[in-house]
């Protein structure tokens, strides 16, 4: 708790004379005032959070939370949950999307076992066990309040070695079998939506398993009544170890004025508990794609960010992070390397701000 505590408090808002110095920059660079938009806002916001105009990301990883869920014995997943535990060794041995893609991009993935069923068979990942997955939400909490401010702690120390390792920037994905359902039920009681919104069909569920999915995360907010007020109870009753692990990353991003990224909906569910932990936190993240889970829009629209991406993926995994990485280098890069209009001899007067059309 004191490592939680210690963390909200060191967390401030973002840097707004160091984003200003980067607009002014953008502004006097030889084109359209505004022209590069995403670009432009990217960078942006990414000196506010590191006080610096110019940033370079030459280090980055993806951290892969990997959890079971004790809900799925109700029949809310197509894949057993053995596929949790295969899917985490297969990251680690190299050959899944995220870890295919983070190869392109050269990003370092590290795969977290916070919470899976079993003994885990490969010697790269993580060890940072709490228990074999969670209980069943529809019999009472998934976890003790404890154990959840436990995982967020994980998250946090996790992503405090990193960036002191170096890291310039973290993705943040996960595994889990389940976890579209704890992550709608979730986002369910913290934006006060139903549960037809929030929850999709997964990992392909047919008809009649999506209205029992349904049906269960229903029944799972009924029998524990999370507050919304604390997004720690939330997790506790209704959420999961990866859940708490990667809202303390994003946490940790904020503690130490760097940039993460968010993948998809269950990572952006997780970013929505850091948020409401510390709203200054939302100056350290940065959306990657808009998942085609059907709940993703709406935790985007409630983090009040916009997605780079939408490529109809809906993989996990941390899949979109690496995609984000390649879009945030050509911000840097080009911010650092475009004449000005003083370097081509052209009058900018004559220009108007785009970004006010």
Known sequence: MNLLKETLEEIKKGDSKAKKLTRDKWDNLVKPIGSLGSLEEISIKMSGMTGKTINKINKKAIVVMSADNGVLEEG????????????????????????????????????????????????????????????????GPSMTYEDAIKSIEVGIELGDKLYQKGYDILGVGELGIGNTSTSAAVLSVLADLDVDTTSGKGAGLTEEQYLNKK???????????????????????????????????????????????????????????????????????????????????????????????????????????????????????????????????????????MREE
């Open 76 to 139: 809310v997943s197509a894949p057993p949950q053995v596929f949790t535990r295969v899917l985490a060794e297969s990251t680690a041995k190299g050959i899944t999307g995220v870890a295919v893609l983070s190869k392109l991009t050269n990003t370092d993935v590290y795969t977290v076992d916070i919470g899976m069923n079993g003994k885990v068979n490969h010697p790269d990942i993580i060890d940072k066990k709490i228990k074999n997955g969670t209980n069943n939400f529809t019999k």
């Open 215 to 353: 049906a269960i995360i229903l029944k799972g907010i009924e029998v524990n009544r999370p507050s919304k007020e604390d997004p720690i109870d939330v997790i506790a009753k209704v959420g999961g170890f990866d859940i708490g692990g990667m809202c303390g990353l994003y946490l940790s991003a904020g503690k130490n004025k760097k940039p993460i990224v968010i993948d998809g909906f269950i990572s952006s569910v997780a970013a929505l508990c850091a948020v409401k932990l510390s709203e200054n936190v939302i100056d350290y993240i940065i959306p990657s794609h808009l998942s085609n889970e059907p709940g993703a829009k709406y935790v985007l629209e409630e983090l009040k960010l916009k997605p780079m991406l939408n490529l109809g993926m809906r993989l996990g995994e941390g899949s979109g992070c690496p995609l984000a990485f390649q879009i945030l280098d050509a911000a840097t890069y080009t911010l650092e390397n475009m004449g000005t209009f003083e370097q081509a001899s052209l009058n900018s007067s004559v220009l108007i701000d």
